[in-house]
């Protein structure tokens, strides 16, 4: 799909400080965002930097919190929030061979989204990841409302956020709960999900 979040990761080798930076874009409650990444720069002047992107439509998906409309190849991904679950939407984006050894510390992690309207720009999702040491596919696992999440989410609120690049609230906890996994690995590979919100119906 082209829309989803984009990704880059960068991490410090020597002492595993990691700071991420998650780029992404998708339909956020009502709204139409586009294009994604995930990325992570570290905490430290020496650290390298990597860039990790959803590679394929395979790897970012939609569905109801009906666990209906599924899809990985529409236009768009959709979180929507609304208090009918058949109208609110989960995303999900999945980013591979995440060079991050298990254990580091993550110091930050932001989601930066493209958002295309400001017809649609009121955020209003939580963000976990999918509780797994290794997330296939959405086409291996057609399925994003009913895989585990983490204990720790984030939520992101605000209305009229503009269109172009915007940032998420920090996000780390989410990503350490994943690298702290005893059967996390360098290398494997991680879903962020985003869950539209049962609170309100917003664009």
């Given amino acids: 799909m082209a829309s989803s979040w984009d990704s880059k990761w960068a991490f410090f080798s020597a002492i595993f400080v990691l700071s991420i930076v998650l780029i992404s874009s998708f339909f956020m409650s009502s709204g139409n965002y586009s294009s994604y990444s995930m990325g992570l720069a570290a905490a430290a002047s020496s650290a390298s930097t990597l860039t ?17 409309q599924f899809s990985s ?54 963000i976990f990841a999918e509780a797994v040491d290794d997330a296939v596919s959405f086409q291996a696992n057609a399925d994003v409302t009913s895989r585990p999440r983490t204990a720790a989410s984030i939520y992101w609120i605000a209305n009229s956020i503009g269109s172009g690049w915007k940032s998420s ?27 539209g919100r049962s609170n309100s119906n917003k664009n």
């Fill in 52 to 68: 990790f992107q959803v590679a394929s439509g395979a790897d970012d998906a939609h569905e109801t919190d009906g666990n209906t």
């Fill in 169 to 195: 609230p920090d996000i780390k906890a989410v990503v350490q709960e994943i690298i702290y996994r005893p059967g996390w690995t360098q290398g494997n590979d991680i879903v962020i999900l985003a869950d």
């Fill in 73 to 126: 190849t529409a236009t768009n991904v959709k979180m929507h929030s609304n208090t009918a679950s058949g109208s609110r939407y989960n995303g999900g984006f999945r980013f591979t061979n995440m060079n991050i050894p298990q254990g580091s510390t993550i110091s930050s992690a932001v989601l930066q989204i493209y958002v295309t309207s400001t017809s649609y720009d009121d955020a209003n999702v939580d």
